[in-house]
């Protein structure tokens, strides 16, 4: 995670129309953020992203999308742990709003505080879990104000790692990683390292389906039973993580879109609000 802007107050923003949102980062904590939405009716594509992310339903019904099986509906006091790169999108329910909080963990930093209490941990595929414990629910939400107040940056991180500790002990659904055959990974690999080296081109189907030596049927196939996603799709989603981080680094929107490859601001905008549940200029203030 790269290291955000400078200023340990969270940042709020209002636009007309949209309800509050705020969010926390804090230089001397980069491998952290935090963000609280009330009353959202904002929704998100399915989408992954490089932290290991922790969400808390506070008000409303939503629905977690993700799981084998179908949708998981989520009450008010449910925790939900999503481990990095693993597709996903927490929603309300249809024509309803919700209030939740999100903190987004470094997936480095995570592997490291956990070596230090289980030395022997597994470096397989971690499930998604969700929690309906109250007394976690609990110490999420005493540790989210902890983080979203003045206290010193050290209180906190203690705070943040004691959490993961115990929540770590936890019990509640678990979701297991679809299995992926070595053999399918291999074959888009080719696909996959050209999307990565150029997020901002507008690569044809046509040429990742000849670097996979496949049809354009086959290939969309193979990355999704792989990634979760279409080509198209894990493309976007690469650019709006990337969007993130330059955007936490003080980068303008329009240069932004511009070095991702979008046709013009506004489609930027859109894109990344489908992914992030709000705007570029609302998650960069």
């Given at each position: 995670m790269s290291p955000p802007l400078a200023g340990r107050s969270p940042?709020?923003?209002?636009?007309?129309?949209?309800?509050p949102a705020s969010f926390w980062r804090d230089p001397a904590m980069p491998f952290a953020e935090s963000r609280r939405a009330c009353r959202s009716r904002a929704c998100y594509a399915p989408h992954h992203h490089p932290t290991f992310s922790i969400g808390a339903v506070d008000e409303g019904r939503s629905v977690f999308t993700g799981a084998p099986d179908g949708p998981v509906a989520l009450r008010p006091g449910t925790l939900v742990f999503v481990p990095a790169g693993r597709v996903?999108?927490?929603n309300p329910a249809p024509d309803t709003a919700w209030s939740y909080q999100m903190l987004h963990l470094d997936a480095d930093w995570l592997r490291a505080v956990r070596r230090e209490y289980a030395r022997d941990q597994a470096d397989g595929a971690e499930p998604v879990r969700?929690?309906?414990?109250?007394?976690?629910?609990?110490r999420f939400r005493r540790l989210n104000a902890l983080l979203f107040s003045a206290a010193?940056?050290?209180?906190?991180?203690?705070?943040?790692?004691?959490?993961?500790?115990?929540?770590?002990?936890?019990?509640?659904?678990?979701i297991e990683a679809p299995i992926v055959p070595a053999a399918s990974a291999a074959r888009i690999r080719p696909a996959l390292d050209r999307l990565?080296?150029?997020?901002?081109?507008?690569?044809p189907l046509a040429e990742l389906a000849r670097l996979a030596d496949m049809s354009r049927y086959q290939l969309i196939r193979a990355f999704r039973h792989v990634t979760g996603m279409t080509p198209h799709a894990w493309r976007l989603n690469?650019?709006?993580?990337?969007?993130?981080?330059?955007?936490?680094?003080?980068?303008?929107?329009?240069?932004?879109?511009?070095?991702l490859g979008f046709a013009d601001q506004?489609?930027?905008?859109?894109?990344?609000?489908?992914?992030?549940?709000?705007?570029p200029g609302r998650f960069r203030a």
């Open positions: 940042s709020r923003s209002g636009a007309r129309n949209e309800p996903h999108a927490c969700i929690d309906t414990d109250p007394a976690a629910y609990g010193d940056p050290g209180d906190k991180e203690s705070a943040l790692i004691e959490f993961i500790g115990r929540a770590d002990t936890g019990s509640g659904l678990r990565r080296a150029a997020p901002d081109a507008n690569i690469q650019r709006v993580n990337l969007a993130r981080t330059w955007l936490r680094q003080g980068a303008g929107l329009s240069d932004v879109a511009l070095r506004a489609h930027f905008q859109r894109v990344f609000k489908a992914h992030a549940g709000v705007t």
